[in-house]
């Protein structure tokens, strides 16, 4: 009995609770690249970099309040840095928007177009990133690091294997399910939430029942800066601020989108937690769990492990071509990109 | 004078003109309907009409007012609704939010026009929380004609609202539709099923090519026994 609750409290700690903070940060990431998609109708590849912008406002607005004093403790300093980062994010967003992405728009210009000019656009914020902030990596955490520490864990419930939950893991759940409830309860329920999504259903239809483009895009952008910045805010307390590294999250956020079915909301929520648990079970070494749970001589010899963690990103990549050649629409039957 | 009118309209897609010298009106109360074959440009006349297309020549009146200029958003605002031949409901919005976006425009409240559509449509009622995507092809299109109706237009534009719908679905929206024009609203469609559509008609047009063939009245172009040998199959 308490080698099958050491092995549960195991999973949880190494499997589950990671998933869960990093399938959260993805679902963050990937409802704005679904949201954009459903509006804008191209596949921004400039997300991850526009995460990257917005964290950084809010690394350098948390290091200048670290200076002056300002502190939440136990709470992460970077908390009441966000607003500044969303604020920069959101501008940034905005300012493409009106110098870039527009002409394209009123030109009407192919999907194709759009995909290629994002890209251009990546490489441009990429370039700001790196120049401001520089391209290693930053730390920017501070305030309490553990909600449960495994040594209390272990105290507390006798067994040998403990749980440990970041500040940083709790706050991500915590703020994702607040972030999503908030957002999905605007897209139901508020006039322009509801514009939104008819515009994203029939364009044509929503401008014949006098929905105004121009502001369904500008809400578009707004949210989509907002929710980058939350993610990679997120993530990067979760982990470090590295630039290079939110470039890479592109690949299991566009996962994390068209697994969930690209345009649907809820999908790219689902398609987050999908992606985050497929890469975390597949990389994680099994050895002592099955020492836990298998009879005496099925002891393994190995580590058990499906995939190396440096190849974490070969899960995503096989999700999205699995996705794409089976059910190119996703689970919830989003848009054929 | 009739209350929507579009006058020697000349146009289209930016290439050669799919319009010449349309001319197509409507009187408050009163049911027109635009017949004839397959692109002779029965929808293009309507787009026009609504202001999707651009007009070379000719201009469109509502009510004594030029409106050749308007957006479509600006037409819905002067008294004008719209239902498109394809695309016409929000397929992923419940039943009711396809209304409410039809009300889009409108700040006072509208739950007396929502009710006055589930009256006219009972069955919209019971599927007002269903998507409109799932419902069968003659809800959907009630759907459709719901929406328009939502800002109380003074001129509806159906574009075949009978398109893809059982026949006896079909004798249900042509009653429906012979009731919003006796409201005094000017109804203005499209027909593939060119008889039964004349026989609801006040106003008749034949359209071939862009240009208009015969205009009359439904009665008279029913009896016209040329117009039943070419276009309504005798
Ligand atoms: N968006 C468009 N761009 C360019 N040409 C178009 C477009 N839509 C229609 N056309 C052309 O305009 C002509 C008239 O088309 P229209 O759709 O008005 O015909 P219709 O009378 O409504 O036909 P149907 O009975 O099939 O609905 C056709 O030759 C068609 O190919
Ligand atoms: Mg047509």
Known sequence: ?337 | MSLLRGEGMTGGYGGADILRKCTIAVEAGEIAVIVGPNGAGKSTAMKAIFGMVGLREGRVVLDGKDITGLSPQDRVREGMAFVPQTGNVFAGMTVEENLEMGAYLRTDDFSGTMEQVFELFPILKDKRRQAAGELSGGQRQQVAVGRALMTRPRALMLDEPTAGVSPIVMDDLFDRIVEIGRAGVAVLMVEQNAAQALSIADRGYVLVTGENRYSDTGEALLANAEVRRSFLGG
């Open chain 1, 1 to 337: 009995m308490e080698d099958i609750l050491n092995a549960v409290v195991l999973l949880s700690n190494f499997v589950v609770v990671p998933a869960l903070a990093y399938g959260s940060q993805l679902a963050l990431g990937a409802l704005g690249v679904t949201l954009i998609y459903g509006i804008l109708r191209f596949a921004n590849f400039a997300h991850g970099d526009l995460m990257a912008f917005g964290t950084m406002f809010v690394v350098m607005a948390t290091w200048w309040m670290q200076g002056a004093g300002l502190s939440i403790d136990p709470l992460p300093t970077a908390l009441l840095a966000l607003p500044f980062g969303i604020a920069a994010a959101v501008a940034v967003s905005l300012l493409t928007d009106r110098a870039v992405y527009r002409f394209y728009r009123r030109n009407k210009s192919p999907a194709m177009i759009f995909v290629i000019v994002s890209i251009g656009v990546m490489f441009l914020m990429n370039g700001v990133v790196r120049m401001v902030i520089g391209p290693d990596d930053r730390s920017f955490g501070d305030g309490a690091r553990f909600l449960i520490k495994v040594k209390e864990f272990r105290e507390a419930t006798g067994l040998s294997e403990g749980l440990a939950l970041k500040l940083s893991q709790g706050l991500t759940i915590a703020v994702t399910v607040a972030v999503v409830v908030a957002l999905f309860r605007f897209l139901q329920k508020s006039r322009t939430g509801k514009a939104m999504r008819a515009y994203s259903d029939n364009e044509d239809l929503a401008l014949l029942s006098g929905v105004s483009p121009d502001r369904v895009v500008l809400f578009a952008w707004a949210i989509a800066g907002t929710l980058a910045t939350i993610a990679g805010t997120l993530y990067g307390l979760d982990k470090s601020f590295k630039p290079f590294t939110y470039f890479q999250l592109l690949l299991p956020i566009f996962a994390a989108a068209i697994v969930g079915g690209i345009g649907h909301p809820v999908g790219a929520v689902v398609g987050g937690y999908i992606v985050a648990f497929s890469e975390v079970t597949v990389t994680y070494a099994y050895r002592k769990f099955l020492i836990y749970v298998a009879p005496e001589s099925w002891r393994p010899e190995g580590l058990v492990q499906l995939l190396s963690t440096e190849y974490k990103f070969a899960v995503s990549f096989v999700i999205l071509v699995v996705v794409l050649l089976v059910r190119p629409t996703g689970i919830f039957r989003g848009k054929v990109i």
